[in-house]
C-alpha cells in the first residue's frame, strides 16, 4: 500500500502536479530506488508512445552514463570532440607562441637559428657603387673617375642593420687605401650575411683590380719598369 | 498545470542543488533528444555522445534557466546546437571517422541497429512499444482512457481534466495513475521477453 502510494506520487511528480513537499521526499527516494527510477521511465515512455514521440531513441543505462559524466570532474567528463578542441587549442598556442620566440630571435641576430639579422634591410639600404659593379662584372677597365660613395637615405626606426650596411660601403669606397688584411678583417666583422659578403668581396676585388691598373699606369707613366 | 510547464518543479529542484531532479529530466526526455540529434549525428554511438553533451550543457546552464520557455523547448534548442557543433567538428576532426569505422565489430552492429529506430531491428522495437501502449489503452475502463487521454495527449492539467470530467482532482490523479498502472503492466510483458531494454525500465 506504501509502495502503491509512492508510485501513485511518481505518476503525479511526471505530471508536475505533486506538492513541492511530497516531491522533495519523493526526489530523495527516487534517488536511491532504482526500482522507482524505472517506474517513471516507463510512465514517461507510455507518455511518449501514446503523442508518437520516439521511444527507442537511447540506449541502455545512458541516463546513468549522463548522471555519471555530471558528477565527474569537468575535466575528466570531457567528450572526444571537445578533448579534440582542447587538443587543437593548445597546439596552436604552442605555434603562437614559438612563432613568438623565433622573431624575437631574430631580432636580436641569433646565428644558431640560421636566420640572418634583416637581411632584406641590409639589402635595400645597401649603397650601389655607380658604375662599378657592371663594369668589375663585365670585365671592362674601371673608370678613371674616383668611386662616389652614396649614403643611403635614412630608413627612420627599426633598422638595425643599416649601419654595418653603411660601414661595409664605406670600406669598398675607400679600400684602395686601405691594406687587404685590414680590410678583410674589418668586412668580416661587419658582414653578417653571407650572400651580402659575396657581393662585397667581388667589389672588393674590382676595387683591387682598378687600384693594380691605376699602378700600374702611374708606373708605365713614370718608365718604371719593377722588380 | 499544462504539460510544458510540468517540468518546473523538477527544473526549480535543479536549480536548488538537487541533481537527482536532474537524472529525472534525463530519465523522462533522453529518448527524445537522441532521436532529435540522430537528425544531424546518424551514427546512434556518436549521436548518444552528442546527446550526453548536450544534457550536460543543459544541466550547467540550467541555474540561467527562467522558464520563459517550456524545459523541453530550451533543452531542444541546446541539442540542436550541441549536435550542429557536433557535425562541424565531425567534418574537420578525422577522429570520428575512424570511430564510424570501429563499429564494423558484428557485437556493436547489433545494438547500434537496435537502437537505430530507422533500421528494421529499431523500427520493431518502436513498433512493439507503441502497439503494446495502444492496445493497452483501447483495454482501460472510459474512465480511465479518458483521463490518461487528456493529459497526455491534450496537455491539460488535473485541473482541466477534473473541470472537463465533472470530478475531484484527487479522482483524476488516481484515474491517471491507474491507467499508467495498467498500461505499465502490459509494457512489462514487452520488457521482460527479451527485447534488451535496460535496467532503467525493470
Redesign the interface.
Known amino acids: 500500500m506504501i509502495h502503491e502510494e509512492l508510485e501513485s506520487q511518481v505518476s503525479a511528480m511526471l505530471d508536475g502536479e505533486l506538492p513541492a513537499p511530497e516531491c522533495e521526499l519523493l526526489s530523495r527516494r527516487l534517488a536511491r530506488d532504482p526500482a522507482l527510477r524505472a517506474r517513471w521511465s516507463r510512465y514517461a515512455l507510455i507518455g511518449a508512445a501514446m503523442r508518437s514521440e520516439p521511444v527507442a531513441g537511447a540506449s541502455a543505462g545512458f541516463a546513468g552514463r549522463v548522471s555519471e559524466a555530471i558528477a565527474r570532474p569537468s575535466t575528466a567528463r570531457r567528450s572526444t570532440h571537445v578533448a579534440w578542441k582542447a587538443m587543437l587549442g593548445s597546439v596552436m598556442v604552442a605555434g603562437v607562441a614559438g612563432v613568438a620566440v623565433l622573431v624575437m630571435r631574430a631580432d636580436i641576430g641569433d646565428p644558431s637559428l640560421g636566420l640572418e639579422p634583416q637581411p632584406i634591410v641590409v639589402a635595400s639600404q645597401r649603397a650601389e657603387l655607380p658604375g662599378r659593379s657592371a663594369r668589375a662584372d663585365s670585365g671592362e677597365p674601371a673608370s678613371n673617375e674616383p668611386a662616389s660613395y652614396v649614403v643611403p637615405p635614412s630608413p627612420g626606426k627599426g633598422s638595425v642593420a643599416v649601419l654595418p650596411a653603411q660601414l661595409a660601403n664605406y670600406v669598398l669606397a675607400h679600400s684602395e687605401y686601405s691594406s687587404p688584411l685590414t680590410r678583410s678583417g674589418l668586412l668580416s666583422s661587419v658582414v653578417s650575411n653571407e650572400q651580402f659578403a659575396a657581393e662585397v668581396a667581388a667589389q672588393q676585388a674590382a676595387a683591387q683590380r682598378r687600384a693594380e691598373q691605376q699602378q700600374q699606369q702611374v708606373q708605365a707613366a713614370e718608365g718604371y719598369a719593377g722588380p | 498545470?499544462s504539460?510544458d510547464?510540468?517540468?518546473?518543479?523538477?527544473v526549480q529542484?535543479v536549480q536548488g542543488g538537487?541533481?537527482?531532479?536532474?537524472?529525472?529530466l534525463?530519465?523522462?526526455?533522453?529518448?527524445?533528444?537522441?532521436?532529435?540529434v540522430?537528425r544531424y549525428v546518424r551514427d546512434?554511438s556518436d549521436?548518444?555522445?552528442v546527446?550526453?553533451?548536450a544534457?550536460?550543457k543543459a544541466?550547467k546552464a540550467l541555474p540561467r534557466f527562467r522558464g520563459d520557455s517550456a524545459f523541453y523547448t530550451w533543452l531542444y534548442r541546446i541539442a540542436i546546437n550541441t549536435a550542429k557543433?557536433?557535425l562541424a567538428?565531425?567534418k574537420r576532426?578525422p577522429?570520428?571517422l575512424e570511430?564510424e569505422n570501429d563499429h564494423g565489430e558484428e557485437s556493436q552492429d547489433v545494438?547500434s541497429r537496435l537502437?537505430d529506430?530507422e533500421t528494421p531491428e529499431?523500427l520493431a522495437?518502436?513498433e512493439e512499444?507503441?502497439n503494446t501502449?495502444?492496445a493497452a489503452?483501447e483495454s482501460l475502463p472510459h474512465d480511465l482512457r479518458t483521463a490518461?487521454?487528456l493529459?497526455?495527449?491534450e496537455g491539460m492539467?488535473?485541473e482541466e481534466i477534473s473541470q472537463s470530467m465533472d470530478c475531484p482532482v484527487g479522482t483524476v490523479?488516481?484515474r491517471?495513475?491507474r491507467a499508467?498502472?495498467a498500461?505499465?503492466r502490459q509494457?512489462?510483458v514487452v520488457f521482460d521477453g527479451g527485447l534488451?531494454?535496460?535496467?532503467?525500465?525493470?
Not at chain 2, 510547464?5 to 523538477?10: A, E, M, P
Not at chain 2, 534525463?26 to 533528444?33: A, D, E, I, P, S
Not at chain 2, 534488451?196 to 525493470?202: D, K, N, V, W
Open positions: 498545470m504539460a510547464s510540468s517540468d518546473l518543479g523538477l529542484r538537487d541533481r537527482a531532479a536532474f537524472d529525472l534525463v530519465l523522462k526526455y533522453q529518448h527524445k533528444v537522441v532521436k532529435l540522430q546512434p549521436a548518444e555522445d546527446a550526453q553533451d544534457f550536460i544541466y557543433n557536433a567538428s565531425r576532426s577522429v570520428s570511430r545494438v537502437r529506430p529499431g522495437l518502436t512499444i507503441r501502449v495502444n489503452i490518461i487521454v493529459r497526455e495527449l492539467s488535473y490523479r488516481s491517471i495513475f499508467r498502472e498500461i505499465d509494457l512489462k534488451g531494454r535496460s535496467e532503467e525500465l525493470q
